[in-house]
């Protein structure tokens, strides 16, 4: 198969461009996701199914501690992509100077942004490369008007220095994927560890 034959259909999957926000043992993180789906058709039980890449910290901090936040970016919110998405919070605290309360799953809500969704953990399937976890929203609401950053027209408007550097983290992750993704753990995820 051409990936380029299925490429308009795959493209159209990516979400809006969230900052996953998670707490574990007292430290918060955040990192940049558009792997996330609704996973409910009943209004007041909503869930949502949102991939996380074993490579990052927030995966094992969102494992451990059962809950993330999905704070949704605004179309003037660029900046964030490369503070969030572009580095480790091994390598610094990227929440440090940012505006933040703490939502009812513990996990920390930006209090700037297009709005939130707080959510907690209720399973969890291993992808080998990543975990899919599914979550019960507990709490969220739309704090702006208009529409939220969607990675397809926030690539189009990235510095050429930034856009260089998703390229080489792309390049590097797939490869770490693509020799990790069929080592798949068939055990099932279980409450509480
Ligand atoms: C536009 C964009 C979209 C991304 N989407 C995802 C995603 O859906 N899932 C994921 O696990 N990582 C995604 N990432 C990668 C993480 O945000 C990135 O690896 C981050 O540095 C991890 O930070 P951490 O190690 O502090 O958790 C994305 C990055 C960017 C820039």
Redesign the pocket.
Known sequence: MDYADIAPMMGTL??P?AA?T?RWQGRD????????TAASIVPDRPRVA????K?????D?VLSGGAFALNFLRPDQLDL??D????????RD?LADVGKTTGASGSPLLTDCFGYLDCRVINAMDGGD?TCFLADVLDGKTLAQGDPLW?RD??RRLPPEWLAL?EK?QSS?TATSRATMDNISHTPWQPNG
């Open positions: 990516w979400s461009l996953v998670s993180n955040v990192q940049m996701a558009v792997a996330i949102v991939q996380i890449y490579t990052n910290l927030s995966h901090m992509i490369g969030f998405g572009l580095v480790s919070g091994r390598d990227k990543m990675w926030a690539r998703w983290k992750e």
